[in-house]
C-alpha cells in the first residue's frame, strides 16, 4: 500500500509499505478513505517531536471503512463506515475513565506517532471500540474528517476549558484551522463578541464570515492596544491562544480582563512569560490541555442537524500520491490560502 513516511528531519516520503495486520483481538484494520494533514504533521516533518521514528507512516485524522476488525471487537464489523479519533483510548485505565483519553495509558496520542498513523491506503486502529466512530448515515462525509481532531480541539481546549458564557466577550489568537475551529464553535455558547486576531488577510476574511464580530491584523503589534480600546479599557472574558508563541501567549495575557480565563490551545515549543506581577490579585483562570475527543460524538450530533459546517475549513484537495506537494502547499498556507487539505488514497 502508498504511505507517506517520515524519513528524518526535513524529509517526508511517498513509499510503498506492507499492508498492515490485526496485532490484537481489540484492533481494526480501517480502509482509509480520506485524511488530511496537521500542524503537528509539520513539526514532525521538521523533526521537531522526537517520539517519532524514522520509518513511521504519518497522520492522526481520517474517514474509512472497516476491512476487519478483531475477535473482541462489539460495536465494529466489517463494512461499517467510521471517523478515526486522533487520540486512542483504552476506555479502562484511570484517565480514560476521567474523560482524559489523551493521557491514556495505553494510547493517547499514538496515531502518526508512535505507530503508524492514517496518510496511507489502510490503517490498524487500536482499542477500536473506544477509537472509533460511526458515520450517520446521509451525511457528506468528508467534512468530517475535520471530527478527527481540529474541531474537538477547538471545542474542547478553547470553548469549554475557557468556559465561555452568554454574552461574554471572546478574543481568539490565532486565525489557523484551530481558530476557525474554535470561533465556530465558541458560537454554541452566544457570546456577545467573538474578536480575532492574526497577521493574515485571507484567514481573517474567512473569520468574519465565519462570525467573528471584529477581526484585527496584528501585523503591527496593535491588537492589544485595539481590543482594549474596544472593551473601554475593561479587557476580554475569555482569550484563546490559538497559535503557540510567546507572542500570542502575551496578547492573551494583556487584554485579559479581571475575572477572565485565558485557554491555551497553541502548540509551545518555546518557553512564555506569566506575567504573575500583573495577573496575581486579577481572578484570572489559565488552562491547558490535550484535545481528549471526547466531544466527537456531540459535534457528530450537531454536524447532523446542519447546524456546523465543517466544510467551511477546507480549501484543498490531493490524490495521496500527491502528498508530498500537499505538505507543501500546507507548509506554506499564507501563499497558497491554504487552511485544511483533504488527502484521499
Known sequence: MKAVV???PGTVTLEEKPKPKLGKSTDCIVKVIKTTICGTDLHIRKGDVPTVDIGRTLGHEGIGVVEEAGSAVLN???GDKVL???IT????CSHCKNKMYSHCELGGWILGNRIDGTQAEYVCIPFADTSLYHLPQGLDEEPLVMLSDIFPTGYEVGVLKGQIKLGDTVAIIGAGPIGLA???TAQF???SQII???IDDFRLQIAQKMGATMTINDCNNQAVEKIMQHTNQKGVNVSIEAVGSPKAFDTCQLILAPGGFLANIGVHGKSVNLHLENLWHENITLTTALVDTFTISTLLKVVESDKLHPEQLITHHFSLS???HAYDVFENASKEQALKVILQP
Open 6 to 8: 517520515y524519513r528524518g
Open 84 to 86: 478515526i479519533s486522533c
Open 189 to 191: 455558547c452566544s457570546p
Open 182 to 184: 474554535t470561533l465556530l
Open 89 to 92: 483510548s483504552c476506555g479502562r
Open 196 to 198: 480575532v486576531v492574526d
Open 76 to 78: 465494529f464489523k466489517s
Open 322 to 324: 500527491e502528498a508530498i
